[in-house]
């Protein structure tokens, strides 16, 4: 009985030059297992070598031999329609037949890569090498995944307008420095509660410290204690055919007991031990993540009173 299973006559191997010595990012894959994937920044060149490994030694006739650097961003949406923002393409091999195991050097120089690599829960965008051996019945393909950071940038805008934050498209840059003012938040129930949440300012790299304070201007509830939260909210897609997503990165308790009338509490809170993402604005028309930082009281009868503030992230 012959096996129902097609064997493919070819091995591919994909290496990049300096991939054993490179920076290396970890990230979780679709099953939550962490894989390493070597590590680029915009404008960079991706070279390599593409070895395809006869088996058997057997004469296998080909329709071309191709190298491309993909960029796409992929949703789990039937609705949402995938996007490839980048293709650059390099012939390796003309038609012809392959009697023994050869190896072919690529480059693709200077790339622009206007996007941060991302994998969320509804939408992942990704660069990767991909190898296809054309064949008259069935194509042999080989991928590698790289990663990609943009430093100092918030994913671009749509149709490259400045955002509210200052963000320009394009490639993504902005300026973060500037309009990176004090934020002040009332959470308050009339003649029942008041209180100030203050923070020193409305954007952070993905290493900063939050500081702030909680200030207690009228306290007639019995609050049991309070909360702060960081929530990443990704949106995918425009409406109607929207999805959104919401996950707590972190959340701790900050206060355990009621409070009185004009006491203040510090907050100090390290970015740096956390699975955050950059704040992605519209990336490419398809998708958006933003972090909000969350205060919530819960009182002794367990109604929760809460106040939710968007903070900017960015990668220095």
Same mark, same amino acid.
């Given at each position: 009985?012959?096996?129902?299973?097609?064997?493919?006559?070819?091995?591919?191997?994909?290496?990049?030059?300096?991939?054993? #010595? *490179?920076?290396?990012?970890? =990230? @979780?894959?679709?099953?939550? $297992? %962490?894989?390493?994937?070597? &590590?680029? /920044?915009?404008?960079?060149?991706?070279?390599?070598?593409?070895?395809?490994?006869?088996?058997?030694?057997?004469?296998?006739?080909?329709?071309?031999?191709?190298?491309?650097?993909?960029?796409?961003?992929?949703?789990?949406?039937?609705?949402?329609?995938?996007?490839?923002?980048?293709?650059?393409?390099?012939?390796?091999?003309?038609?012809?037949?392959?009697?023994?195991?050869?190896?072919?050097?690529?480059?693709?120089?200077?790339?622009?890569?206007?996007?941060?690599?991302?994998?969320?829960?509804? #939408? *992942?965008?990704?660069?990767? =090498? @991909?190898?296809?051996?054309? $064949? %008259?019945?069935?194509?042999? &393909?080989? /991928?590698?995944?790289?990663?990609?950071?943009?430093?100092?940038?918030?994913?671009?805008?749509?149709?490259?307008?400045?955002?509210?934050?200052?963000?320009?498209?394009?490639?993504?840059?902005?300026?973060?420095?500037?309009?990176?003012?004090?934020?002040?938040?009332?959470?308050?129930?009339?003649?029942?509660?008041?209180?100030?949440?203050?923070?020193?300012?409305?954007?952070?790299?993905?290493?900063?410290?939050?500081?702030?304070?909680?200030?207690?201007?009228?306290?007639?509830?019995?609050?049991?204690?309070?909360?702060?939260?960081?929530?990443?909210?990704?949106?995918?897609?425009?409406?109607?055919?929207? &999805?959104?997503?919401?996950?707590?990165?972190?959340?701790?308790?900050?206060?355990?007991?009621?409070?009185?009338?004009?006491?203040?509490?510090?907050?100090?809170?390290?970015?740096?031990?956390?699975?955050?993402?950059?704040?992605?604005?519209?990336?490419?028309?398809?998708?958006?993540?933003?972090?909000?930082?969350?205060?919530?009281?819960?009182?002794?009868?367990?109604?929760?009173?809460?106040?939710?503030?968007?903070?900017?992230?960015?990668?220095?």
């Amino acid at each position: 009985m012959s096996s129902i299973f097609w064997k493919a006559p070819l091995d591919i191997e994909i290496r990049l030059d300096n991939e054993d #010595v *490179r920076e290396h990012v970890e =990230v @979780k894959n679709s099953k939550g $297992r %962490k894989e390493k994937l070597p &590590l680029y /920044e915009d404008g960079e060149t991706v070279r390599g070598q593409v070895t395809v490994r006869v088996i058997d030694n057997k004469r296998i006739e080909h329709q071309g031999i191709k190298v491309q650097l993909l960029g796409a961003i992929e949703t789990t949406a039937d609705s949402i329609k995938n996007d490839e923002f980048l293709t650059l393409t390099t012939e390796l091999v003309s038609p012809g037949d392959l009697r023994h195991s050869e190896t072919f050097a690529f480059e693709f120089r200077n790339v622009e890569k206007q996007f941060e690599s991302y994998r969320g829960t509804n #939408v *992942r965008l990704r660069y990767y =090498v @991909k190898v296809t051996v054309n $064949r %008259k019945s069935t194509d042999i &393909l080989r /991928e590698k995944e790289l990663w990609v950071y943009q430093h100092n940038q918030i994913a671009s805008q749509e149709n490259g307008e400045a955002s509210t934050n200052g963000s320009t498209s394009g490639n993504g840059s902005s300026s973060l420095v500037s309009n990176n003012q004090t934020v002040k938040m009332d959470v308050g129930i009339e003649d029942c509660l008041h209180i100030e949440f203050e923070y020193s300012k409305s954007k952070y790299s993905l290493k900063d410290v939050i500081v702030g304070r909680i200030y207690f201007l009228l306290v007639r509830l019995k609050i049991k204690h309070m909360e702060l939260s960081l929530i990443r909210r990704e949106t995918v897609g425009s409406p109607p055919n929207q &999805l959104s997503d919401s996950e707590t990165v972190v959340r701790f308790e900050i206060m355990d007991g009621a409070p009185v009338k004009g006491e203040t509490i510090p907050i100090r809170l390290f970015l740096g031990g956390f699975d955050l993402t950059p704040t992605y604005r519209d990336v490419n028309k398809k998708f958006s993540t933003r972090t909000f930082l969350s205060l919530v009281l819960i009182d002794e009868d367990a109604r929760r009173y809460f106040k939710q503030s968007e903070i900017v992230l960015y990668r220095d």
